[in-house]
């Protein structure tokens, strides 16, 4: 990990394992004109992935527990998939009811009229061919026809890649959410976000 993600990242991830973790939270406004849409990479289709095919989504995300899954769907959730040639290699979440952030364990603060954006995925293989950012757009065109105003996600601080991403898409921080753990105590933070 020190290798591949430096020594920054290696720390937050030492300090989440001994009771410390934060993630910004980064707001699109839906209620703006979005830049046009891009076209899709020759093969690459997205469609809204039905509860019926939860095993084919499992066996891409084989680091998830099929009850997390199965919960989603429960709560309402929705997920993006992206086909490259018929095969599922990515998927996108977003939640418009109690969306949970399972890296904090708690819920994130929303308003009616706000889409939680989460857990986007692509496989090794399929990296590095704008795919996630397409699943992104498709999921704001589709919830700013749909009614909602706002847009939103979490990304860990240190994660300058996916921050940058992001902000390209038009994402800007506007929180800071988190917790601090000792034993069975627990403070939970949200402040909110300044640039410096």
């Known amino acids: 990990m020190l290798r591949d993600e430096g020594a920054r990242t290696f720390w937050f991830k030492l300090l989440g394992k001994l009771g410390y973790r934060r993630l910004y939270l980064l707001e699109c406004s839906l209620a703006e004109p979005l830049p046009p849409a891009r076209p899709l990479p020759a093969g690459l289709t997205l469609a809204w992935l039905p509860r019926?095919?939860?095993?084919?989504?499992?066996?891409?995300?084989?680091?998830?527990?099929?009850?997390?899954?199965?919960?989603?769907f429960d709560n309402?959730?929705?997920?993006?998939?992206?086909?490259?040639?018929?095969q599922l290699v990515g998927a996108m979440w977003a939640s418009?009811?109690?969306?949970?952030v399972q890296f904090l364990q708690r819920d994130v603060p929303h308003v009616a009229g706000d889409v939680?954006?989460?857990?986007?995925?692509v496989a090794a293989a399929a990296r590095g061919q704008s795919i996630a950012p397409r699943m992104s757009d498709e999921l704001l065109r589709h919830f700013q026809k749909a009614g909602s105003r706002r847009a939103i996600?979490?990304?860990?601080?240190e994660n300058t890649p996916a921050l940058r991403a992001h902000a390209k898409a038009g994402f800007r921080p506007y929180a800071l959410i988190g917790y601090v753990k000792l034993g069975s105590w627990?403070?939970?933070?949200?402040?909110?976000?300044?640039?410096?």
């Open 52 to 72: 019926s095919e939860l095993g084919e989504y499992a066996a891409l995300r084989a680091d998830e527990a099929e009850r997390d899954i199965t919960a989603r």
């Open 76 to 86: 309402g959730d929705r997920c993006l998939a992206a086909r490259l040639d018929g």
């Open 96 to 100: 418009v009811h109690r969306p949970r």
């Open 116 to 121: 939680y954006l989460f857990d986007a995925y």
């Open 153 to 157: 996600r979490g990304t860990a601080p």
């Open 186 to 196: 627990r403070r939970d933070f949200y402040r909110p976000y300044r640039m410096s």
